[in-house]
């Protein structure tokens, strides 16, 4: 019985041949990416902005009537809320500044949440609450501080990791593909408009160690060929490092992604945003290592000949001297 194979052996597939197309490509896709974040922002969950979040099901409706609903909870005087349908049309989330003394009288964010809960019940009696999420202001500020230090310090620990197993060339080239893949999920959650979480956060790390893992594969074996083939020309020394990579790549995409699917369509709401981020980010990862982070090492002019010693006059001086030094 033979095996399943997903890539065939002895693949001979020309990525770089389109590395200019597919980089400006990328680079644009950044770019529109960085403006989506810059103008419709993202939808900051209570981890980020504080206040408090009342997630319910309407069971009464087959589609929760948004525009009531936010007439009656500012009624109570709390101040306007921000009501959002989230995965069913009857499920909403609404969003509140926490009473002003919350911060030293938790009870009063209680009370806010009782009355809105009561509101709810009274006027759609088979109302769920889903969930009651509560966080201080300086909390919020401290969690989303602490969420963008933790992703800027894994990310240039992972460049400095590179240089120093590899050369400054490929830490670039890891850092360029890891800025990537984190920029492309930020446009993702700006476009859609899903809840960006503390998950959120967690999910864009595991993408950027998922992303590395890959690259650092594609890397090690593009240096073993550079001491194999000295005089082959470098984008078919890539092609060849990727092409022989392949099929691990596939197979590793492929089964990280089965699950993630998964629980995107079968799972909890809760936990879609992750897996959605996880699904994109392992897509976006799986094309950087190959169209970002592979060419780019052709623009800094790596070659079979880059990391062979120099051997002047003098270093062979030396070492003559120390072979002389030997023999007497």
Do not use: C
Not at 87 to 95: K, L
Not at 176 to 193: P, R, S
């Amino acid at each position: 019985m033979k095996l399943l194979k997903l890539v065939p052996d002895n693949t001979n597939i020309p990525f770089l041949r389109v590395r200019l197309i597919t980089f400006i490509v990328s680079l644009l896709i950044m770019i529109g990416s960085i403006g989506a974040v810059v103008t419709q922002g993202l939808n900051f969950g209570v981890d980020f902005i504080g206040g408090q979040m009342i997630q319910a099901t309407i069971s009464d409706v087959e589609e929760a009537p948004v525009g009531e609903i936010r007439t009656k909870v500012q009624a109570l005087g709390y101040g306007e809320p921000t009501i959002q349908r989230f995965g069913e049309p009857n499920q909403i989330s609404i969003r509140m500044k926490l009473p002003e003394g919350a911060a030293d009288n938790p009870e009063l964010s209680n009370e806010m949440a009782s009355a809105i809960v009561a509101t709810l019940k009274a006027d759609y009696p088979k109302t769920v609450i889903d969930g009651v999420d509560s966080v201080s202001g300086k909390v919020s500020s401290e969690l989303f501080s602490t969420g963008v230090t933790s992703l800027l310090a894994a990310m240039f620990a992972i460049a400095l990791y590179i240089w120093v197993r590899f050369e400054w060339q490929f830490g670039v080239g890891a850092l360029i593909a890891l800025t990537h893949d984190v920029i492309l999920t930020f446009g993702l959650f700006a476009v859609t408009g899903l809840e960006f979480n503390l998950n959120i956060i967690a999910a864009l790390l595991t993408i950027i160690g998922y992303s590395l893992n890959d690259t650092i594969v594609v890397y090690d074996r593009v240096r073993e060929n550079l001491k194999k083939y000295r005089k082959m020309d470098m984008p078919a020394l890539l092609d060849l490092s990727v092409n022989e990579t392949l099929a691990r790549t596939v197979m590793t995409s492929l089964t990280i992604l089965a699950p993630l699917l998964v629980l995107m369509f079968l799972g909890p709401k809760v936990i879609f945003g992750f897996a959605a981020a996880m699904a994109f980010g392992v897509v976006v990862g799986t094309y950087s290592s190959v169209y970002m982070a592979a060419p780019i090492l052709i623009w800094l002019k790596v070659g079979p000949d880059s990391f062979i010693p120099v051997d002047d006059g003098k270093n062979q001086e030396d070492r003559m001297k120390e072979g002389y030094g030997a023999v007497v």
